[in-house]
């Protein structure tokens, strides 16, 4: 069974995404083993561009310690590559028989380090949007439940 890791800088606040996001694990529990790990964010102490990189830096090395050796990385950013569902399904499918263990990172409201970039296999984006770090982990769970059951050809994704 896939082994899913997704390390995400920041918490869910909102109690109606907290439902989303659990009825969708449940569901992915079915198909993967999934572990959701929260970074606090690093806020830097002033608006300036040197703490806004310390602060990156700073949840960097939280994010490189949870991340497992030969683990299989994936970046959400913006500025990664965009899929369809059925796509996006194939993609999953090829990692699944490179890896057993898949990583998904999502950065704080202002980004990521790019070291944490530069680490990654892959780049994923849903969209040219920005969408909020909370409402973003409930899309990349409905997709991942999605894309595996197009794997499996259920008819959840028509």
């Known amino acids: 069974m896939l082994k899913i890791k997704l390390i995400a800088v920041g918490s869910i606040k909102e109690n109606y995404l907290k439902l989303g996001i659990q009825e969708f694990e449940k569901r992915l529990e079915r198909f993967v083993q999934l572990t959701t790990i929260e970074i606090s964010e690093s806020v830097p102490k002033q608006d300036h561009p040197d703490a806004l990189k310390k602060a990156l830096e700073l949840d960097a090395k939280l994010i490189k310690e949870a991340i497992p050796n030969q683990a299989y990385v994936v970046v959400l950013d913006i500025q990664g590559k965009n899929f369809s569902s059925p796509a996006l399904a194939k993609q999953i499918d090829l990692i699944q028989q490179k890896s057993s263990q898949l990583v998904f990172i999502i950065g704080s409201s202002n980004g990521l380090d790019d070291s944490i970039r530069n680490l990654a ?7 040219l949007l ?3 770090h909370q409402l973003f982990r409930l899309m990349l769970l409905e997709q991942l439940y999605r894309s595996l059951t197009i794997l499996e050809g259920h008819p959840y994704h028509k």
């Open 121 to 127: 296999k892959e780049k994923w984006s849903f969209s």
């Open 130 to 132: 920005t969408f909020p």
